[in-house]
DNA sequence: CGATTTGTGTGTATACATTTG
DNA sequence: TCAAATGTATACACACAAATC
């Protein structure tokens, strides 16, 4: 005898009754994922609860939990207690970022490049390695994290972001991304949850789904994710990491400030989470940011792990990214880098030392912090900064958009206008939040005018579209 | 009233009844753990049976299936219905491969390289690579997957293996593991099953258990997985892959005849398997076995992840192998890749791509043959095959072992004379059986009398072990 | 061969925590 | 502030399947 809205209100799933087989938890899933993945349940949906279900199927209602469980697994819904149980905003697509397949006759201002102009540099020092005289012990299995002088050659370039580590604490690994992957898979299990901010890396997103782990969404202000608010989710359930890009967050471009980094330390130290940092923007805050002291690493160096990569600093296809670890870390992560990668090409690795041994490294570096500011400054032009501002060299901005139009319709037609852009909907690490807005990539035109070109466009349509 | 046979003998593992916290599941989960990674349960001892430590603990005994499930998941244990839970046999360590910190003093017939006297050849066309006038193309983030011309070049080298495909159905990614890697996040998930021969590679294990993805294994005989068994167990429980090297089974040595190849293909069609076919050793034995017809991809090319690693055949420093798949897995994987290594080196693809081109590949190929044979010739001379004979040019051997003489002993007092080789432990995908062995690689010393020493010492370990 | 031992899979009962109004 | 709505966590009951003797 269910006494509840449905009564009034049809529930916004009716599985039948009849297609349900036994084990019935497994029959529920699948109904439900069919009916996710071919649309007919759209992002946002709430789905009937537990109890209402059960009541119109006459089952118990925990074998509905199961089910519900199952799918939420798969990243299809998400459930709050106290609420309901929704279908998730990215359920039916993939967020992954690549640039594989881009439209050429788009001007693309979704994918974050690393303006390539520098490539030149890097194409000069690649031809200096292949003549050195070790190249044939660049090329057998030994040496798996790194020979060495590379890996010298990296703690001195981290020693410019203020890390202090050993060689033995430390591994080269195949960029940012491939980080990312092998802390996940080392130190988390399936079903265990990180913090992140509300909007993080599209990447990072997936691949936690991918790998069944849960994100769990802080809120944040300017100077980045509040303590408190973290404080709450630890208390609240089980928390085992947290995400963070404290030098400038991905795809926000909030950085954060020394004190948040003091108060946020503080509450990871307590409940012992595991942090993830990815300071892949380090060179673009370190030393220049007068508020910027040292990596969140050295202060829970035993409870971290740092990351560092070159794609976005020195070179993007060269894929090598450093990772600094406490003691406590360093088995189970070595363990993941031979099970995952065996191990990270010599050769590009020793191209990047090269660089950084050279200076050349540097050169590039402030190339691009160059041709950042200029973008920056075009892109103020058209997008005068409301609010507070975000990195002043961010290779990407978050531009607010007012109106009820959807991620759907914009997407389409500025792709239609010329241009490739991500919504903040590709962002989420959970359910979606009021506000909308996109991520204007500055770093992947070829040329300034390319750009101008691209934000011309941008400006018209969003003109175009108040005015409706 | 527990009538069983610890009412005399006592139960192997009695955990403190006042030592439980509830939930009582985590709290028995977590004291398991403990007593095994302490080293107090040793590896195989049979646990109390769960309805037994249910009546002892006075709870339910499903409660203690949960406890042990969660300690399977971790691969301290494993339970065969009928017969009982068992500590596994590599609980308390890690038995990943990999050339990180090997004391120089031994002569390594563990670990498996590539004969790498052939990279002076590879040095060379690195210098011819660093020429090109699209040098600067490699170094951005453009086709993760690959250069359309390098994508062309991989199905070249492929279609000698007797593979057919196009470029939108395989993709460059960083050597065999990384691909395996890639293929179990992407097709499978926490919990799912894969069937493998009862020794197989070690790292595919870790990695597995990592993944928290069960091994199933499946005895074969000298022509490979016996097809009636697979059968059996697809029957019995819900398998839903299985992982193949037909060419060249490591550790065994064993090749799967092409009958075999298509009696296993059937039952993998009938039952719906995703066959991972790791084909690193295609260049040894396509073209040279006579009875070598085609991969087992071309036989079930829709539910098949054909891999083929570049590694053992031209160089093991360049992170380099093809993943060749049918449509029905192509999103999955892609994703993957992207979500795992954003992209591979461009510049190492293009330096394999240059050796297949120019023809270099087969050069190192034909060489690395001629050092197999005479390094197989050789361990012939100190051990005469019986039974059985192997792959003839084979880069590693097993050797069979009798009496009863533990892994570790054995293998410590094998240190302690000069060599490092591997047990046959190390390569067990489930429990223990009764004989054993000893993988002997022929293919990581510096020269053939290196291994001609190597191959001493151990001969005559063996000789005075047996006269003991 | 059939009973017993032993692990697995599925559905359920109950206490609890959070959100909402 | 408290009750109702709603999801979560834990323990249990029972039918079943495989191995063993």
Known sequence: MPVNSFDNFPMSWKPDRKALKRPFYLSIASLLEQEIT???????????????????LDINFTTITRAYRLCMAKGLIYAVTGSGTFVSPN????????????PSECIDLAFVASFEQSNEIVAESVKKVTDKSYLDKLLNYNDPTGIPHQKKAGLNWM???????????????????????????????PGNRIATDIYTYANFIELAKMLHIKLV???GDQFGMLPEELE?????????????????????????????????AAVIRKHRLILLEDDIHAFLTAGIDPDYKQPMYELLPEQTVYISGTSKSICSGLRVAYMVFGESLRQKILQAIF?????????????????????????IISYKKQLAQSANVLYEEYFPQKGPAGHPLSFYRWLPIQGHCTEEKMVTELEQAGIRVFHSNRFLSGHAPADQYLRIALSST?????????LEILKQYLTNFYHV
């Open 232 to 264: 709450n989710h630890c208390c609240q359930t089980d928390i085992h990491g947290i995400f963070l890009m404290p030098s400038c967050s991905n795809p926000t471009t909030m950085m954060i400030s020394d004190l948040r980094k003091r108060e946020l």
């Open 217 to 219: 969404p802080i809120p």
């Open 339 to 363: 099970n995952i990668n065996v191990k990270t090409s010599s050769l590009d690795a020793e191209i990047i030392t090269e660089l950084i041994l050279s200076g050349k490294a540097f050169e």
């Open 446 to 454: 070829n040329s300034l005018n390319e750009l101008r070109s691209g």
């Open 91 to 102: 359920a039916a697509r993939s967020i992954t970022i690549s640039r594989d397949k881009i």
């Open 159 to 189: 020693a410019s972001f203020g890390i202090r580590a050993d060689a033995d604490h430390m591994a080269i690994v195949s960029g940012s991304q491939n980080a990312l992957a092998i802390a996940l898979v080392a130190l988390f299990e």
């Open 38 to 56: 071919n649309g007919l349940l759209a992002p946002g949906t709430k789905l009937p609860p537990q109890r209402e279900l059960a009541d119109f």
